[in-house]
């Protein structure tokens, strides 16, 4: 489904990422492991048409989309859900869930009734309609920027670290609806610093450092891998010494 | 052409390109002032009709008013819309005192310059605490209210009509003579500016300009600096001001306009801004061209503002850079990468000690066990989130203390409530003795707080060295020492401990992240702290490099420094650190030693995730 | 009250000046000078549609708004949409809208001189008397149309995809981009609507203050000091701020001097520096 061969990218004269390439199979949850400034960022923002890249290719269903504005790759399927959620803080709820829906071009009813349907995904949401985005929790706020993705109808989901800044029992009900999202067959690309819950959550991973891929595999064997037990699981690894 | 002058010009050249980059410029630099002030000596014999020497003259005065507004737009960053008001502000000083009032002309020019200056001050002190457009927009409104009062002080200043028979200089009273001292005053300008650019002073207006956050976390009084180049700016044009009174001979409000404000703007852009002869050659590029194809003053501006459009999109640095550019450009190609202008490393003795890093210059031995620093409820709110509640810490001296949590957990925060970064919080803060609520970041630096941060803020055009020079600014002999010269030993030893040595001359920005993580560390050890605040130094680092970066903490911290480490390595914390700290939503969900803190079960569901309990 | 309602008309107009700016600004990060050209334009454009081709005043308030809206949308694709790409667009974008604004007006002076024009109204001749308030129907209707023209804005912002779409664009640029919004389409739309509005308030002033060259001039830097003084980010700061600044100017040229009202708004600027030096409806940022 998403095909990322050889990028290269970097801002100014300095690299970033230097010949990365991952792939994501149709309906499949996959993460992107690695320590801050490894380049997670600047790869989810290259593939969603918000970083040019500077060598490489980036295909989505077989088709070229590097070099697209990030509007037509959200017409694609491909959309972000990004880190910091970037939602429209004096906006209500229901305006933001609304602006989700902005690169289709369909009715206000039609939108309405998915809105109601983004909703049920989301109860908490619901009696929070008409209230400011900027005054919600950072949880609340959390859900709003996953809902107002999935009202553009993504194919695959990119996640920016959705767990960021959220007390322990809000991680995991976001990674239990992120998994649900999965469920319905929309698949999932999870860039992730908390990678026990990330592991938890998908089927394949990739280790990203100082902008390379230095490990993949599948969810089992990264959570088996020493290096990675070292690195991002850490203190199991000092407590078990 | 004789070896000499090539040599010259050479010379001449690659200090172009370097004052270009908006680097410090090379020592010989000044070379190029011998030549321009030798061409302009000279031309009066070549170009003699009376005209043509009025020409020329007005040239030499409009380039003096230019380098004082290159000051601020080129070191600044900032555009100024107010310097032809302030301009014609000294012009009308002399004039006035002059004519209505009899003052003897000399006393009436340095009346001019004085007005000028305090109408500067005026300016700038009223703007320069504030950030981005501000400033452009109140410089506007200068040019406006400077006619407006002028135009309507009728009394003093005979309103929209002018004054007529301004005298000319005593003794500079021919064309010819009057093209001397503007010559002589144009000279005295740019050595101040060439000194000026290589001083203290010029390297913290670039780092200034380059991230105002950054300087001010290495000790520079931001707000101060402004105030003071901006005065400096003032006080150049305002030796322009009297003269351009005597050329014009006859003055009225429109000099003060927006339109001759823009007109500045345009012969400093597009002759080149932030070098050292720009100012000069824009200023004789448009006005020799506008007077050649005897050009109106309107199509003038009309023609020259499109050119400065190209300039913006295609030029930068305006004509000097550019050929600056294509100058260094055709000389590497012709023989290898010329060698960097700037002062090279004298590799000195290995790292042995730190004398001057040692806490004892900084206020007394250094006790171990002392407590440094201490905040209690520590509260930060943004809007209606609270990024950092209720959090009391404290640090002794010669101790590593971690803080953890999860990204966005409000350690980025903390940091900034301590470094003084951030401002509107509650609770209270001391350190070393002082309570830390009202001093700014700059004073904080001063008592000793040292910092890197998160993403990392350099001096991105500027080499290492040049970064460490900048950041030891306020360690520096007090006066006399110019140049970039590591002597000290100081500098050196950082370069020995970063690791950065080989790479003192490059270019921070051609580094890697790695070697750019190690200048943060390194110019935040050049502050020279007793407390250093440490963001993810280890983030990016190879696991091969983090020994070096451990080893250098360890020993830090057993000179007497206290270090706050934010990291989420836990095998480096585990080694490294006394105590830890656990935020998570911006509070204190634990804290204790390292071994308490894995084991923490409130810490593991937290941060290390549940799957591990 | 006489000064007072005086007062509020002039305040109308800076208010829709600084709301064309704010807009622009928000959008392209531009502070955009050249507003006051596309103002004079506007009047221009007026001038000849009324006294050249002699048609209905309303006609030559379409006209002003259609030329001065044909020079932003122009200004947009040929200067201020390069400019954003630079390395630094925010110096590089000053510079450029104050050419713009010069080119401008040195182009106007060039074709028809610097002579002062009257546009022709015929509300300008009528002197309303309504409780003891005398002031001629132009002033009045400039003051009514300015406060639609402002109502209709945000009505547009409130209430439509397009206008949803823009405000988006204001609050989180980033957020915009995400959910598929061009920010390229967002910044001629604004340009668009922000100088169709300048040219009606050129239209709107050009009976009252004659037209010419620099006719945008004061009002612009009166507009621009409004919206600084609302921190740049506050659209009902910066019409608090409006009217608040044609009261004091009123208030001003009637008590204290006529010549010296266009200083006043600088005093304002002053003194709000001083208090708020970044502002005074700002908020703090979080620096990481």
Redesign the interface.
Known sequence: MLEVSDITAGY???T?LTGVSLSIERGEAVTVLG????GKSTLIQAI?G?TPIRGGEIRFEGERIHGL???RI??RGL??C?EG???????SVR?NL???A??HKIRRSAIAAQIDEVLEIFPALKEKRTVYA??LS?GEQQMVAIG?ALM?KPRLLLLD?P??????LLV?TVMRVVGEINQRGIAIGLVE?????AL?LVSRGYVL???SVVIQGSAQELSSDDRVR??Y???????AD | MSVMSKAVLTRAASGLSAGLRSREPGRREWLIIVPIVAVCALLPLVIQGRYEVGVMTLILIYAIAAYGLDLVLGHLGLVSVAHAALLTVGAYTLVILTTKYGVGYWWAALAGVGVTTLAGLLLAGITMRSRGHYFSVSSLAFAAVTVVVITQWTSLTNGASGIYAIPTPPGFDSTISLFYLSLIVLTAVLVAMFLLTRSTLGRNLRAIQADEVLAASLGINVVATKLKAFTVSAAIVGLAGPLFASWISYITPSSASIMEGFNLLVYVIIGGSATLAGPLVGVALVVGVTEAFRFTELYQTLIFSGIVFLVLLFFRGGVVGSVARAWSRVAVRRRGPEPAEVPEVAVGPGPVALPHLSPADRGGPAEPGKVLFEARSLTKKYGGVTAVSDVSLAAREGEIIGVIGPNGAGKSTLFGLISGVVGGWSGSASFAGRDLRRLAVHERARLGIGRTFQTNRLLNDETVLQNLVTAAYLHRPARGSRSADPDDGFLNTILDLTGLRAKANEVVSGLSIEEQKLVGVGMALAVRPRMLLLDEPFAGLRESETPRLMRLLEWLRDQGMVILLVEHKMRVLMSLCSHVYVLDSGQLIAEGSPDQIVNDPRVISAYLGTKNA | MQVLANGLALGAIYALVASCLLLIFGILEIPDFALGGRIMVGGYAGYFVAENLGLHYWIAVVAAALAAGLLGVVSELAVYRWLRNTPRPLLSGFIGALVLLTATEITVQLLFTADFRKLPSPYESQILDFAGIRMTEQRLLAGVVALVLIAALHAYLRGTRGGRAMRATLEDRRGAEIVGISPAKTALIAMLLGSCMAGVAGALLGPMYLVYPTMGDAILIKGLIVIVLAGMRSSLGAISAALLLGIAESFGASYLSVGFSDAYAFIFLIIALMVRPNGLFTKSVLVR
């Open positions: 100014g004269n300095s970033v320590a801050n400034g490894a969603a918000l504005s990030a509007a959200v017409r959309v972000l990004p959620r970037h939602l429209f803080p004096q906006m305006e609304m602006l989700g902005y690169s900027g005054s950072g107002r553009a670290e767990s960021l800044g959220l007390a322990p995991q610093q908390n990678a026990a819950a938890e450092e100082a902008g070292a690195a699981l850490g203190v199991v690894e000092q407590a």
